[in-house]
C-alpha cells in the first residue's frame, strides 16, 4: 500500500501512484521493517531534480521493480526539502563509503535506520540486480551487515567537529581574497570549473570587501550566459559549462533570492544598468512565478516539461522565425545566440551584448516571451519553506527601497506575515507549509536563522518594530536549542527527533551553513539591541572561518561576509523623526541606500519608546528629523540632511 497520497510535499506526490509500498519517513516504517526483519531503502530526492524523476519513470513506476523493493525491502520516500537533517546524515554516509553524492539519494540500511549500502542513481536493469544482491546479502550474511551498519554509524560519530579558532582578522580576510583568486576563471567570471554554480556567499563577501574584478566579472558573465534567462529572468540552478552557456534548467528559490540581494547590491556598489536590469527581473519573475496566493514563495520550478529538460526554455532558428518573421528572427538568432549550443539544433538564449536598438529588442523579448507562456510549463513545488523564503524577504525588502519599489516591501512583508502566522507553533518554528497549511516539520538552524536575517532586513526598510521582535524570538531559540556548548551550533535542535547523527556542518553549500546564517542575523541583532549575549554568539560561531580561509574559502563564504561586517563596526544608523515627515523618509532611504558591510537600520518616531536599544536617547535636532551614525552604540553627532548622511556613510 503506497501511503503517500496525504503528504505535503508535491515531491512525495508524485510518487503516491508508484506500485511501490511507499512509507513517508516515520516510526511507523521502522516498525515494520523490524516486524518483518527486513531492511529500508531509504530514496532520498526532491521534486525539481531531473535525474530523480529519471529513476522514478524507469524504476519506480515499473511494476516489476516495485514487486522486488515490496518483497524485500521497507521503502521510504523522502523530500530531502522537508528533512534536511534526514539527507545530511544519509548524504554524510553515501559521501563515506562511495566518495560522491547527489540525488536522487538511495541508502540500504537496517530496521533501525543504520546504513549499510549507498548510491546515487541506478539504472533500472542495475537497480534490479542490486535489489537482489542486497536481499541475498541480508538472508545469508546477515551478521556482518549488522556489523557493517554499526561500522559506519561508529565512524560518522566520531568523526571530528571542524575546529574553532578565533574571530577573523583583516589578515584571515586577506587570505580568503587571495584563495579566491587562484580559482578565480578570469575568462568566463566564476571560481574553478564546469559546473559552476552560482557563488552567491562568495561574492557577497567580495563585494564587502572592495573587490570588484571577481565579483562584477562573476555576476556579469552569469547575468549575460544561458543560465540567466534572457526572457523571463531568473536564475537556473548551474551551468553544465564553465562558460555559463547551458544551464541545468530547474530554478530554485533559494537561488534566485540570494543572487536578487548580490545584484542588488552590486548596483548600490557601482554594478550600473546591468545590475539594476537583474535585480529587478529576478525580482518580478520570483512574484510572478513562485508567489502562492497565501503570500510566500514556492521551492521550485522544474527543470523538465512534456518528459523534456529544458523544453520550455530553448529556442531552433526556425522557432525565432515563426515567431518574429524572417527579418526579426535573424536579427534575434544573432543577438541572443542562437546557434545549436544545447541539443538537437536548438539553443539556450544568451544576451553577451546590448543590444544596438533597445526599442526592437524589448518588442522582440516581449513577443518571445509571449510565445513561450503557450508552451506546457514545468512543473512548480509549491510548498513554502521557511529558510528560502527568510531569505527571499531580505532581498525584496532592500531590492523594494533600493529601487522605489513599494510592491516588493509588500510582497517580503506578506511572506513575513504567512511565517509568523502560518509557521509558528507554540514559539517554535515550523519549517514547511503548503496551500497555508503548515507541515509537520520542525524548523532547523537555517530556518530560524535565514528567517531572522529576513525579519530583521524587513525592520530595518518598514520600521516596523514587531519585526525585530519576533527575530528576536527565533534567536533566543537558536540560542537555548541548538548550541553546542563550544563554538557553534548543531543543524538541529536538542529536542529534535534523534537521528543516528546530529547533523552539525558549518560549511555552505547551495544556501548559507546554518551556523554562518545565524552568526550574521545574531550580530545585526545585536547591534541594533545592545545584546552582547547575541554578539558574542556571533563570534564565536565565526571561529570556523579562519579554519576553512586556508584552502577552502568557496565554502565559507557567508561566514567570511558576515566577518567583514564584524570587522567594519557593524555601521549602525538611527533614524528618528516622525513618520509621515519626507525628511524622515529621505534619511531612512539615503542610510538603506549606502554601500556599507553589513550596516543595520533603525528606524522610529521621537515620541515612540526606545525599541530597539539603538535608538535610545537619539532624538530629534531642534524639530527635524535627524539620524546617527554608530559604530558599539558610540555615535557620531547627529545630522539632519542626506548630503551630511551620505559623507558621514563614506567618510
Given at each position: 500500500m503506497n501511503r503517500l497520497k496525504d503528504a505535503t510535499s508535491p515531491y512525495l506526490l508524485q510518487h503516491a501512484d508508484n506500485p511501490v509500498d511507499w512509507h513517508p519517513?516515520?516510526?511507523?516504517?521502522?516498525?515494520?521493517?523490524?516486524?518483518?526483519?527486513?531492511?529500508?531503502?531509504?530514496?532520498?530526492?526532491?521534486?525539481?531534480?531531473?535525474?530523480?524523476?529519471?529513476m522514478a519513470h524507469e524504476s519506480f513506476e515499473d511494476v516489476?521493480?516495485?514487486?522486488?523493493?515490496?518483497?524485500?525491502?521497507?521503502?521510504?520516500?523522502?523530500?530531502?526539502?522537508?528533512?534536511?537533517?534526514?539527507?545530511?546524515?544519509y548524504m554524510n554516509a553515501t559521501q563515506a563509503m562511495t566518495h560522491q553524492g547527489g540525488w536522487p539519494m538511495t541508502v540500504f540500511a537496517t530496521p533501525d535506520g543504520h546504513p549499510f549500502y549507498c548510491g546515487t542513481y541506478f539504472p533500472r536493469p542495475r537497480f534490479q540486480r542490486l535489489l537482489t544482491e542486497v536481499h541475498k546479502v541480508w538472508s545469508s550474511q546477515r551478521d556482518s551487515v549488522l556489523q557493517q551498519g554499526a561500522k559506519v554509524v561508529e565512524a560518522l560519530n566520531t568523526h571530528t567537529a571542524l575546529p574553532s579558532g578565533a574571530l577573523p582578522g583583516e589578515e584571515t580576510l586577506r587570505q580568503a581574497v587571495a584563495n579566491l583568486r587562484e580559482s578565480y576563471d578570469a575568462a568566463n567570471g566564476g571560481f574553478g570549473g564546469a559546473p559552476k554554480f552560482p557563488p552567491s556567499m562568495v561574492l557577497e563577501f567580495l563585494l564587502r570587501s572592495g573587490e570588484r574584478e571577481m565579483s562584477g566579472g562573476t555576476l556579469a558573465a552569469m547575468a549575460r550566459g544561458g543560465m540567466y534567462d534572457q526572457l523571463g529572468g531568473g536564475f537556473a540552478r548551474y551551468s553544465v559549462d564553465a562558460e555559463w552557456v547551458v544551464p541545468h534548467f530547474e530554478k530554485m528559490l533559494y537561488d534566485n533570492a540570494l543572487l536578487l540581494r548580490v545584484y542588488t547590491h552590486w548596483w548600490k556598489a557601482g554594478g550600473g544598468d546591468l545590475a539594476r536590469r537583474v535585480a529587478l527581473e529576478t525580482?518580478?519573475?520570483?512574484?510572478?512565478?513562485?508567489?502562492?496566493?497565501?503570500?510566500?514563495?514556492?521551492?521550485?520550478?522544474?527543470?523538465?516539461s512534456e518528459g523534456v529538460e529544458g523544453k520550455f526554455y530553448v529556442w531552433t532558428p526556425e522557432e525565432l522565425r515563426e515567431v518574429l518573421g524572417d527579418d526579426d528572427g535573424r536579427w534575434a538568432a544573432g543577438l541572443f545566440e542562437v546557434t545549436g549550443t544545447f541539443e538537437h539544433g536548438a539553443s539556450v538564449l544568451q544576451l553577451l551584448r546590448d543590444p544596438e536598438d533597445p526599442e526592437r529588442y524589448a518588442d522582440v523579448r516581449a513577443r518571445l516571451l509571449a510565445a513561450r507562456e503557450r508552451r506546457v510549463r514545468p512543473g512548480r513545488d509549491d510548498k513554502v519553506v521557511a529558510s528560502w523564503n527568510g531569505l527571499a524577504i531580505a532581498a525584496l525588502a532592500e531590492t523594494g527601497v533600493v529601487f522605489e519599489r513599494p510592491d516588493l516591501?509588500?510582497?517580503?512583508?506578506?511572506?513575513?506575515?504567512?511565517?509568523?502566522?502560518?509557521?509558528?507553533a507554540d514559539g517554535r518554528l515550523l519549517r514547511t507549509s503548503r496551500d497555508g497549511r503548515a507541515g509537520k516539520n520542525s524548523g532547523v538552524l537555517e530556518d530560524y536563522a535565514n528567517l531572522a536575517e529576513g525579519l530583521i532586513s524587513l525592520y530595518g526598510v518598514t520600521?516596523?518594530?514587531?519585526?525585530?521582535?519576533?527575530?528576536?524570538?527565533?534567536?533566543?531559540?537558536?540560542?537555548?536549542?541548538?548550541?553546542?556548548?563550544?563554538?557553534?551550533?548543531?543543524?538541529?535542535?536538542?529536542?529534535?527527533?534523534?537521528?543516528?547523527q546530529r547533523p552539525q556542518d558549518p560549511t555552505d553549500n547551495a544556501t548559507p551553513s546554518g551556523q554562518y546564517a545565524a552568526a550574521g542575523a545574531l550580530l545585526s541583532y545585536g547591534a541594533l539591541t545592545g545584546s552582547s549575549r547575541h554578539r558574542e554568539a556571533a563570534y564565536t560561531a565565526l571561529g570556523t572561518v579562519s579554519v576553512l580561509t586556508e584552502g577552502h574559502a568557496r565554502f565559507a563564504g557567508w561566514g567570511l561576509a558576515v566577518a567583514r561586517a564584524s570587522l567594519s563596526g557593524p555601521v549602525e544608523v538611527a533614524v528618528v523623526g516622525p513618520a509621515d515627515d519626507p525628511r524622515t523618509a529621505r534619511?531612512?532611504?539615503?542610510?538603506?541606500?549606502?554601500?556599507?558591510?553589513?550596516?543595520?537600520?533603525?528606524?522610529?518616531?521621537?515620541?515612540?519608546?526606545?525599541?530597539?536599544?539603538?535608538?535610545?536617547g537619539r532624538g530629534l535636532v531642534g524639530d527635524a528629523p535627524a539620524a546617527y551614525v554608530c559604530r558599539g552604540f558610540t555615535c557620531r553627532m547627529p545630522v539632519t540632511t542626506v548630503e551630511e548622511l551620505r559623507a558621514e556613510l563614506t567618510g
Open positions: 519517513w516515520g516510526e511507523e516504517a521502522f516498525a515494520e521493517a523490524r516486524g518483518r526483519d527486513v531492511p529500508l531503502l531509504i530514496s532520498v530526492g526532491y521534486s525539481a531534480c531531473h535525474w530523480c524523476h529519471v516489476g521493480t516495485a514487486r522486488l523493493m515490496n518483497e524485500h525491502f521497507v521503502n521510504i520516500k523522502v523530500d530531502r526539502e522537508e528533512r534536511p537533517d534526514v539527507d545530511a546524515v525580482a518580478d519573475w520570483l512574484l510572478r512565478e513562485l508567489r502562492t496566493p497565501e503570500g510566500g514563495f514556492a521551492s521550485a520550478l522544474d527543470a523538465d516591501v509588500a510582497a517580503a512583508t506578506a511572506a513575513a506575515e504567512l511565517l509568523a502566522g502560518t509557521h509558528m520600521g516596523e518594530a514587531r519585526w525585530l521582535r519576533l527575530a528576536g524570538s527565533l534567536l533566543d531559540t537558536v540560542l537555548d536549542r541548538f548550541a553546542d556548548g563550544e563554538a557553534g551550533f548543531y543543524d538541529t535542535a536538542d529536542d529534535a527527533e534523534r537521528l543516528f534619511l531612512h532611504r539615503e542610510a538603506l541606500l549606502a554601500d556599507v558591510p553589513g550596516l543595520v537600520v533603525a528606524l522610529g518616531g521621537a515620541a515612540e519608546s526606545a525599541y530597539p536599544a539603538l535608538l535610545e
